[in-house]
């Protein structure tokens, strides 16, 4: 019979959330907050590109599957983060925890190959402009988003179904704001395989971040060989505009992802391991759609008439009363 201090666990408490009732509604305020914009700001943008046929172009269409997945990239983790500031016990069951990991991390890397295929479409946009029409096909558009998908949705599963079969018999304290891969397996009781399994972890989202980030460094360099190859400086602004929404949110995503999982050996205390996963969970999701339909002449002009067109239909309404 096994003692009561080796017996398995079956969920994990959230040590990184403040204990006090205070700080946790100070807290859960302002993320709904973010959250309800982030859903609601991508909607927005997939309904404004599906609406409008001058907007169905490949830019368009990337940037709407990049919405569709933040939505579900932040769902996988804030409504838990929300649960846990006003609950008192914090917890996950393992399964919850397990699941919580794979969705968060499929859609994750999803994310990070379809930037990576926006940033091939813009070579393409500037690099070969007469070839641009007739190679980025809808139909090779559809087939990049499902590459994407099928790439984020498998590459998380062998690591998901390892962590699943480890036996967690010790603390359930778990360091951190949601499950995550390290956090978790620092919790699993056999020490050695899971410090071995910890360093190939590492070397794997090393491999994924450092592939993709060489890729769309290479195609910036072909973009920016191209433009500096325009003589005129209207030519030169114009073409790279259509980057600049694009860059800005690879290199705010690609820059957190990267002090969280490019680490290795080197640890951060509680405090600034959570500051850094609030950066990417929370904060780049939140800048996305911003980022996007400020940045985006085309978007932008939009979603300012069709706001006129709800609020004179608003008033027309109102003076039919």
């Not at 983060?81 to 990991?101: D, H, P, T, V, Y």
């Amino acid at each position: 019979m096994e003692s009561p201090n080796q017996s398995t666990t079956q969920e994990f408490i959230f040590s990184a959330f403040p204990r006090s009732w205070g700080s946790s509604v100070s807290c859960f305020v302002p993320l709904l907050f973010i959250y309800t914009f982030i859903v609601f700001g991508n909607l927005v943008i997939i309904t404004v590109v599906q609406l409008n046929a001058h907007l169905h172009k490949p830019m368009y269409f990337f940037i709407s599957a990049l919405s569709f997945l933040e939505i579900w990239y932040t769902t996988a983790t804030i409504p838990k983060m929300l649960a846990s500031l006003l609950s008192e016990r914090k917890s996950i069951s393992l399964n919850g925890c397990l699941l919580q990991m794979y969705f968060f991390h499929s859609t994750g890397i999803s994310e990070v190959c379809l930037l990576t295929a926006m940033a091939f479409d813009r070579y393409l946009a500037i690099c070969s402009p007469l070839h641009y029409p007739t190679t980025m096909t809808p139909r090779l558009c559809a087939q990049l988003t499902l590459s994407c998908c099928v790439c984020g949705f498998i590459t998380p599963l062998p690591e998901i179904a390892w962590i699943s079969t480890l036996p967690f018999c010790g603390s359930n304290h778990l360091e951190h704001i949601f499950c995550d891969f390290l956090p978790v397996l620092r919790l699993a009781c056999t020490d050695t395989q899971a410090i071995v399994m910890i360093q190939v972890v590492d070397i794997v989202h090393a491999v994924e971040i450092i592939t993709a980030i060489m890729l769309i460094f290479m195609s910036y360099v072909g973009i920016v060989a191209v433009i500096l190859h325009i003589r005129s400086a209207e030519g030169r602004r114009k073409a790279f505009s259509t980057c600049v929404s694009h860059l800005t949110v690879f290199l705010l995503f690609f820059g957190n992802v990267a002090l969280m999982y490019l680490r290795f050996s080197a640890t951060y205390s509680l405090f600034w391991d959570t500051v850094i996963a609030l950066a990417f969970a929370v904060l780049s999701p939140f800048f996305n759609p911003i980022i996007y339909s400020l940045r985006n002449k085309e978007i932008k002009e939009v979603i300012k008439k069709h706001w006129g067109q709800t609020k004179t239909f608003f008033y027309k309404t109102k003076d039919l009363k």
